[in-house]
């Protein structure tokens, strides 16, 4: 449960707060709220006067609010003009007066099987208290709830779990975030809503028995859904999967619902749900399923209607070029991946780049956000262009960018033209697409994919390939025009080969490489959106491999909570992050807020065990870093034009403890 900060609500006129009462459970139902499932209520410590407040939750939605205007006498006015100082005060000065958090109901199962119920206290994520500051409030609280319930904290980010390591568990009983929500039944992963077909298929090979047969209209679920899954309705996964899994990546750019049901087969059984119509719902708060009597009336989703406009691509001749020589505008004659590559070489070596834009956007009732990126920085009222000069460097001291070459647009056109066997396959391929003969166009492409494996490279090719080969591992990547772009990412469509040892088996990588923008999944969903296959090219990255200790995903943004802007997602897992992108393993995951400070962990994945303090706090900085690159890979110095869109983010720490960026591109909302 995320604790909110204070933005300024109105309050309704009736208000059943109470002041000074212990805590039953009927007080409890009656002034709480429902937050992620589980009834919540807010709490209050005043300090100076040894009492505490239990604020009825529709009254006041923010603590900050309660305190100014019922307990210290402000106008809202005022409130607003310094909600900056007043919130550090209460949530960050070690002598504050009042101490905020909210109390939640919960219910689980004790040894021997039998219901308990329990509550727990925690503060919001940006709360700095300290260990004995901690311990004092649980106490206080303690002994004003019903003796019957048990009261666990909560700590609400890794500062305070490191402060509570010292305490004992016996004076201060405690519950972790991941423990506490990381075997929840039902846990939200895209938000939408959906009217279609329940399709149920418990095995992959009942899935793919049917998969052919899949449409617009249909919600399928099943345990975890393959990455070519076609575009369909919504989606429904009854085991554990996270928000950064390329199938919910799918979910979020096609915008539909996504969700963790653990107990749908026992839904599925029990109301008869397999085959038949429902209206889907997902949001924080809730999923729903709800059965329809008739067949609804349907209309064509709205991506029927979508169409992606590329940019032309340019085929003439171009140089094999290293990644630093690129910039974000070659992304027509090498690809959108290598040319936002490029464009990382450059903010990171010129250290010129604007990239607090992000920071400068009005959040109210604050103008902006400066002041907080300079405490992040460590920076003491900076002017402007300090505190540019300072974002910039923390950038280019935090991240690298990855050593390796492009190969352009016009590589591929040489070999494609030099084949006519490879021409009369996409003279076939072109005319099923108009004649919209779905019923040939999986064999023709995998056809085209053949000859493309195994045809010849023309001599001049492959010198041009060849003379780019540096020694050691290699790793080949996709850098199409048809990737990496708001609304449609294709994540997962294309190819990427990542045991490159020899010069033969780099000429076999980039064919592979090429082959795969004809796959039948490709060429279906690119024309899905309206992108012709005449206007879709495929540049290639060719990179040095660098072994990893750990490696990730991470998005500048909060996938289950649209509307927080503080909070950057991570997820990682030792080794190289083709394994959380993959999904072969559940990594561990995190949320850092890039505003006020702290991380929390959120599940701990395979792993099960936490990573240590000192790389927690490394991955703050990295946090911190992509959003810093959101100013600029999201705003109009290289085509963006909103710098709130969140950027999508695959990373890797090295075996000496420095990060590289490997990808970086929109993450479709």
């Not at 604020?55 to 307990?71: M, Q």
């Not at 077909?197 to 418990?202: A, G, I, K, V, Y």
């Not at 329809?292 to 406009?309: K, T, V």
């Not at 962990?601 to 900085?621: I, N, P, Y």
């Amino acid at each position: 449960m995320t604790v909110p900060l204070f933005t300024g609500n109105a309050e309704p006129a009736t208000d059943r707060t109470v002041v000074g009462e212990n805590l039953s459970l009927p007080l409890f139902r009656t002034l709480s709220g429902v937050l992620a499932g589980h009834p919540y209520l807010k709490v209050v410590v005043d300090r100076a006067e040894n009492t505490w407040h239990l604020l009825d939750t529709a009254a006041h939605p923010f603590h900050v609010n309660y305190i100014a205007t019922r307990v210290l006498g402000m106008e809202l006015a005022a409130l607003d003009a310094g909600l900056d100082a007043f919130n550090a005060s209460v949530y960050m000065d070690p002598e504050r007066r009042f101490l905020l958090g909210v109390l939640s109901l919960h219910t689980d199962e004790d040894t021997e099987g039998r219901e308990r119920t329990f509550l727990v206290l925690e503060t919001t994520e940006a709360d700095t208290m300290r260990g004995e500051l901690l311990a004092f409030f649980y106490e206080f609280v303690r002994e004003r709830v019903d003796s019957r319930f048990p009261v666990l904290l909560k700590p609400a980010n890794h500062g305070q779990e490191e402060e509570l390591a010292a305490i004992s568990e016996l004076r201060v009983p405690r519950i972790l975030s991941h423990e506490l929500f990381g075997s929840r039944t039902r846990t939200p992963l895209n938000p939408g809503e959906a009217t279609g077909r329940l399709r149920f298929f418990r095995t992959n090979e009942e899935y793919a028995a049917e998969a052919d047969g899949l449409g617009w209209s249909d919600i399928v679920a099943m345990p975890c859904l393959p990455d070519d899954v076609p575009r369909v309705a919504g989606f429904l996964n009854t085991a554990p999967i996270t928000p950064l899994s390329h199938t919910n990546v799918l979910a979020s750019g096609w915008g539909i619902p996504n969700a963790i049901v653990r107990d749908l087969e026992q839904l599925v059984e029990k109301d008869g749900l397999d085959g038949a119509w429902v209206r889907y719902r997902v949001c924080e708060d809730e999923i729903s399923l709800e059965r329809l009597e008739n067949e609804p009336e349907l209309r064509a989703p709205a991506w029927h209607q979508q169409r992606i406009r590329l940019e032309r691509p340019l085929l003439e001749d171009a140089p094999v070029l290293a990644l630093h020589r690129l910039r974000g505008a070659d992304r027509d004659r090498y690809g959108t991946k290598a040319a936002n590559l490029g464009e990382l070489h450059h903010v990171l070596d010129s250290r010129t780049a604007d990239l607090t834009a992000f920071y400068g956007r009005p959040r109210p009732p604050r103008e902006d956000l400066y002041g907080h990126l300079a405490a992040r920085l460590g920076l003491n009222a900076p002017s402007a262009a300090e505190l540019r000069g300072g974002a910039a460097e923390f950038v280019a001291t935090t991240v690298g960018a990855p050593q390796g070459v492009a190969l352009p647009f016009a590589l591929q056109q040489h070999f494609l033209a030099s084949s006519p066997a490879i021409q009369q396959g996409i003279g076939k391929l072109k005319m099923a697409l108009e004649l919209d003969a779905t019923d040939v166009l999986d064999s023709l492409c995998l056809q085209l994919q053949h000859r493309i494996r195994h045809t010849p490279l023309p001599e001049s090719v492959t010198r041009q390939i060849c003379g780019a080969f540096p020694t050691g591992r290699l790793v080949v990547r996709s850098s199409s025009n048809a990737e990496d772009l708001p609304g449609f990412s294709a994540a997962g469509v294309y190819d990427s080969v990542t045991t490159v040892h020899s010069a033969d088996e780099l000429l076999d990588a980039v064919r592979q490489v090429w082959a795969s923008l004809v796959s039948p999944r490709s060429v279906r969903l690119r024309h899905q959106v309206g992108i012709s296959l005449d206007d879709t090219y495929m540049g290639v990255i060719i990179q040095e491999y660098v072994p990893a200790s750990l490696g990730g995903v991470l998005v500048t943004c909060n996938p289950t909570r649209r509307e927080d802007f503080r909070n950057v997602y991570l997820n990682c897992s030792p080794g190289s992050p083709e394994q959380v992108v993959d999904g072969s393993v559940l990594p561990q995951q995190y949320l850092y807020n890039t505003v006020e400070g702290g991380g929390r962990t959120v599940a701990l994945g395979s792993w099960g065990e936490a990573l240590s303090a000192t790389t927690r706090a490394r991955l703050a900085d990295l946090s911190l870093t992509g959003r810093l690159l959101q100013s600029h890979f999201s705003g109009s110095d290289i085509g963006g034009s909103d710098v709130d869109k969140p950027l999508d983010i695959e990373w890797l720490m090295t075996e000496q403890g420095d990060f590289r960026l490997v990808q970086i591109r929109p993450y479709a909302l």
